[in-house]
Structure formats: C-alpha cells, structure tokens
C-alpha cells in the first residue's frame, strides 16, 4: 500500500474495511489515522495484518476476504502500483527501490489477474471450455 509518512483516512478505512470483512472490529477504530511507523496490527482471529515499518509504505496480508476488502484492486495491481510509486519517489525515498523488487508484480495463482491470464494462455492452444469458437 501507498503511504507517506504516517496512515491517513483512506488507508485507515481500508484497513477497516479488510477487518470488517474478516469478521473482526477495527482495533483502534479511527485511532488509525496518523499513526508512525513503525506499527503492526494483527486481526485477533489471525485472518489479517498491516505492517507499516518505515515511512513510504504498509504491507497487507491475509486471508482472501480479508485481502479482497483491504485491496480491492487486487495485489496484483497494488503491486504493480507500488512498483510505479517507488520509481517515481527513488531519489526521495530510495528504499522503496528495495521493497519493490522483493514484492514483484507477478500474480500469485489464486489472483485473479493470474487466472484471467491462463486463460488466455490456455485459448492459444485449443478452444477453451465454455468459450464459443
């Protein structure tokens, strides 16, 4: 995740939105906004966390509905975006460089970007099932 030098609303709220989504109340609740790394939160049933240990970003993890709610664009996306933002700030903020590279745009399996794409893999050879030829 995008993030300056401390958490702000939007990303408050998709921290909220990832631990509704878990089934959990938000720790901290809108004590969120403003807070400096470094700092962690974990959900108390283990179904999500953000850690934000130094200015310029937060990681995510999670369980499916936990990450679908916090990253509704996908990793995949965030990731890519992430990669782009950490370009763009290298002379600034060059460790961003770093933490790029160790979370690279390629989709896990179970992203749906990466299923879109072997899909499309799979249509150059032979027709696909339930696609009209």
């Given at each position: 995740?995008?993030?300056?030098?401390?958490?702000?609303?939007?990303?408050?709220?998709?921290?909220?939105?990832?631990?509704?989504?878990?089934?959990?109340d938000?720790?901290?609740?809108?004590?969120?906004?403003?807070?400096?790394?470094?700092?962690?939160?974990?959900?108390?049933?283990?179904?999500?966390?953000?850690?934000?240990?130094?200015?310029?970003?937060?990681?995510?993890?999670?369980?499916?509905?936990?990450?679908?709610?916090?990253?509704?664009?996908?990793?995949?996306?965030?990731?890519?975006?992430?990669?782009?933002?950490?370009?763009?700030?290298?002379?600034?903020?060059?460790h961003?460089?770093?933490?790029?590279?160790?979370?690279?745009?390629?989709p896990?399996?179970?992203?749906?970007?990466?299923?879109?794409?072997?899909?499309?893999?799979a249509?150059?050879?032979?027709?696909?099932?339930?696609?009209?030829?």
């Open positions: 995740m995008l993030v300056g030098s401390r958490l702000d609303a939007a990303l408050a709220r998709r921290i909220a939105a990832g631990c509704r989504a878990a089934g959990v938000v720790p901290g609740g809108d004590k969120l906004v403003g807070v400096r790394p470094p700092w962690a939160l974990s959900t108390p049933n283990g179904e999500g966390s953000v850690r934000f240990p130094e200015p310029g970003y937060a990681l995510n993890s999670g369980t499916p509905r936990f990450m679908a709610a916090a990253v509704p664009e996908g990793a995949a996306e965030a990731r890519a975006r992430f990669s782009r933002y950490a370009r763009t700030l290298a002379r600034r903020l060059p961003l460089l770093a933490v790029a590279a160790a979370h690279p745009t390629t896990a399996p179970e992203d749906g970007t990466a299923r879109q794409l072997a899909l499309i893999r249509s150059g050879s032979g027709p696909a099932e339930g696609v009209p030829s």
